[in-house]
């Protein structure tokens, strides 16, 4: 199945980019497609799937108490940290499918699971930690930040630009500068008009 790594609009032009440079870096080391949040049902990538009567063994991090699975994801949901969750309460940090298990407290007979996320939000706390994370080929990544990590573009400098120039007629990002009235507020862009049109400082070019 696909797996999107997905653009949030969130600042101007420069900020914009470097949240692109971000998405294809992942894109590229796991596989996943590019798309903006507003191409895609944003609620229904970041769900949970659920495994009815099977564990995750493993990993736990958190124990919450006698809350409902609701406040579970509302929890889990503002801690990227965790992966999955089950009934009982135990948040995890990790998880291989292929290994869950049923035992004596979750399994055929009652109805306890395992929920699992969709979509990790990668945000400028998390993106080194996670960027070489084998299992986040399993999941959608949702880009949150700003990701002013030039140090790590430039060590990635051949690979990000013979993306661009793969799919710069097929990309696009977005601009959002909330409740200020800017001329690029809320503009689309083609990556191909971005980089045929807009002329820029020699000093700012990479070299």
Request: hydrophobic share 40%.
């Amino acid at each position: 199945m696909v797996k999107y790594v997905i653009f949030r609009a969130n600042g101007r032009l420069g900020n914009a980019l470097f949240r692109y440079f971000a998405c294809i870096l992942f894109s590229i080391k796991h596989g996943h497609q590019f798309i903006l949040e507003e191409d895609c049902n944003i609620d229904q990538l970041i769900d949970y799937k659920f495994y009815k009567g099977v564990d995750h063994i493993g990993d736990d991090i958190y124990f919450l108490n006698n809350h409902n699975v609701d406040k579970l994801k509302e929890y889990a949901n503002k801690n990227n940290e965790i992966m999955c969750f089950n009934t009982l309460g135990f948040m995890k940090n990790s998880i291989i499918i292929h290994n869950l298990k049923s035992n004596e407290y979750i399994n055929q007979y009652n109805d306890h699971g395992l929920y699992v996320k969709n979509t990790v939000i990668i945000d400028d706390n998390n993106f080194i930690d996670i960027l070489n994370d084998y299992n986040l080929k399993n999941y959608n990544l949702l880009m949150v930040g700003y990701f002013q990590f030039d140090f790590i573009y430039n060590y990635y400098k051949k690979d990000i630009l013979s993306f661009i120039h793969n799919n710069k007629d097929n990309h696009f990002i977005k601009t959002a500068t909330y409740n200020r009235n800017l001329v690029d507020n809320h503009q689309k862009m083609l990556i191909a008009n971005i980089i045929n049109d807009i002329q820029l400082d020699e000093k700012k070019c990479m070299i």
